[in-house]
């Protein structure tokens, strides 16, 4: 039986280089601190635009990697697009 592949060498090689290249947040467009403590909400996390648990067949896909803050790969779930900013409206 094999085990998580996300505890893989090559996923972990896949997620420190993409971490190593200081992107933004793909979600938001905010800087994400590679410091911080991975279980800060907005800590570096990789995302998969095409979700895993839909193509777990890309999950070692580079071109399917973006790096996300742990909250905004959150609240995206496992969408292929993330949900668009709410606005606050003006009509009560």
């Known amino acids: ?3 998580n592949p996300r505890n893989g ?3 972990r090689r896949m997620v420190a ?5 200081g992107l933004p947040c793909w979600i938001c467009g905010h800087p994400i601190n590679p410091r911080l403590d991975t279980r800060h ?3 570096f996390t990789l995302d998969h ?4 648990s839909k193509r777990p067949d890309l999950l070692l896909d580079r071109a399917n990697a973006r790096p996300a803050h742990r ?5 995206k779930g ?3 697009a993330p ?5 606050a409206s003006r009509r009560w």
Do not use: D
């Open 41 to 43: 909400r907005l800590s």
């Open 17 to 21: 280089e993409l971490k190593a290249k």
């Open 1 to 3: 039986m094999a085990g």
């Open 71 to 75: 909250a905004c790969n959150s609240s």
């Open 83 to 87: 949900r668009p900013q709410q606005r």
């Open 49 to 52: 635009v095409l979700p895993v």
């Open 78 to 80: 496992n969408r292929t």
């Open 9 to 11: 060498r090559p996923y």
